[in-house]
């Protein structure tokens, strides 16, 4: 009996021991720039739009134009997604203190919110309960289990920028919490990179991953080129999504495998400034086509940019050989009621267009200056700000093998009081 006793003392007190620390990816910063970045999240329970916006601080219809749900329906903020939904949420990304973090992201407690309920299931994972601590110290949180109700918190959700490339190419960063199911294999494929792009911006030694891990996935995206004085300067829109802008006037878009930008007015738009281009009677985003002998007479009204409340528009005339091939636009879907059965299955993670069903899809071609297919990303995101190459990860302290190792030396002293 008292070997089994001391077998029951020692396993305790193994249970006890440090586990492996969750990674995270880290980019070190110094200016005060903000760039468009994307956090992946799982709902926690069925949410509407406008909840789900306002957990994050973002607008109802950029979230859903991110995830390429039709906004067109009615009522379409007050639709209820479904628990366990996937969906790419929109932030932007700040310097903070010198590291890469969310800004203007609140939560307001409710009854029965801990610390820990918030990180877990409130924000999936997306950060712990000490990183919400540190952030609010003026805030009441001595005992992270009593909350006072409606206490207002910042939440740093994590987020990274690289310049806003991959390999020299366009890009967006979302951050993306690892499930126990998930292989970095599983992630390159479904996020169209490759293993050792995804190693390369999360500073990896190896391919392992764990559950709770977040990594920095790079996705393909259409980078804009308006001026710096624009409101909406550096806007970039990911392969697949849309982005809103000019107050709701302007939509724009990246179709898949595109590398260009094409924006045009925005179903929702109302009260807005001219659209057309000056000296001429094409609208944001026309684009008319002429075959000649020498080629083929492209002229496009291109939207350039937010100035100062107006929208601001550029009329191009170009030759080229041959006239261009449709606008290929994101598909567009229903508000989803359910979760796709893919979402559950064995790595890969949930899928590109954000983990939502294929119902009721609505696309639409105009005539275009023509899409540039872009290749997956390879070797690590060359081009990026300095250091960024270098992203520093949250190491463990403790890994597997340690611990199994300190297991075989108990049970091998229990064995031999035994004798």
Do not use: W
Request: with cysteine.
């Amino acid at each position: 009996m008292p070997a089994f006793a001391t077998l029951i003392f020692l396993l305790a007190l193994v249970a006890f021991l440090p586990r492996a620390a969750p990674k995270s990816t880290i980019e070190p910063c110094s200016n005060s720039d903000t760039c468009s970045s994307l956090v992946g999240y799982t709902l926690y329970t069925d949410l509407k739009v406008s909840e789900v916006a306002s957990l994050f601080s973002v607008d109802p219809i950029s979230l859903l134009l991110t995830n390429a749900i039709d906004i067109s329906y009615p009522d379409v903020e007050n639709h209820i997604l479904p628990s366990q939904l996937f969906v790419k949420i929109p932030i932007p990304c700040s310097c903070v203190d010198g590291i890469r973090k969310s800004s203007g992201v609140s939560y307001k407690t409710r009854p029965s919110d801990t610390l820990s309920s918030i990180s877990a299931a409130v924000y999936g994972g997306l950060v712990s309960a000490d990183q919400i601590k540190e952030a609010n110290p003026k805030a009441e949180l001595s005992d992270p289990s009593v909350i006072a109700v409606g206490t207002q918190l910042s939440i740093p959700l994590p987020c990274t920028c690289f310049n806003n490339s991959d390999n020299n190419l366009p890009a967006v960063y979302m951050s993306y919490v690892v499930r126990d199911v998930d292989t970095l294999a599983g992630i390159a494929a479904r996020y169209r990179t490759t293993v050792s792009d995804l190693m390369n911006v999360n500073a990896l030694g190896n391919a392992e991953i764990k559950d709770g891990d977040i990594l920095a996935i790079p996705l393909s995206a259409c980078a804009s080129n308006f001026p710096t004085y624009a409101k909406d300067y550096g806007l970039v829109v990911p392969n697949g999504s849309y982005a809103i802008t000019a107050s709701h006037c302007v939509q724009c878009s990246c179709g898949p495998g595109s590398r260009n930008l094409y924006c045009m007015p925005a179903s929702l738009a109302v009260s807005c400034s001219s659209m057309q281009c000056r000296n001429s009677n094409l609208m944001l985003g026309n684009i008319t086509t002429q075959q000649s002998a020498a080629g083929c007479n492209v002229t496009s009204c291109s939207y350039s940019g937010f100035v100062n409340g107006s929208i601001s528009s550029t009329l191009s005339t170009f030759l080229q050989p041959r006239c261009p091939g449709s606008q290929q636009f994101p598909q567009l879907t229903a508000p989803p009621t359910v979760v796709p059965e893919s979402l559950f299955s064995p790595a890969p993670s949930p899928s590109e267009s954000g983990g939502f069903p294929g119902t009721n899809p609505r696309s639409s071609t105009v005539p275009s200056s023509g899409a540039v297919l872009g290749f997956p990303p390879a070797g690590g995101p060359s081009g990026s700000v300095p250091g960024s190459s270098g992203a520093c990860s949250l190491m463990s302290h403790l890994t597997s093998f340690p611990i199994m190792l300190v297991f075989g030396f108990i049970v091998k002293f229990v064995l031999s009081m035994s004798l």
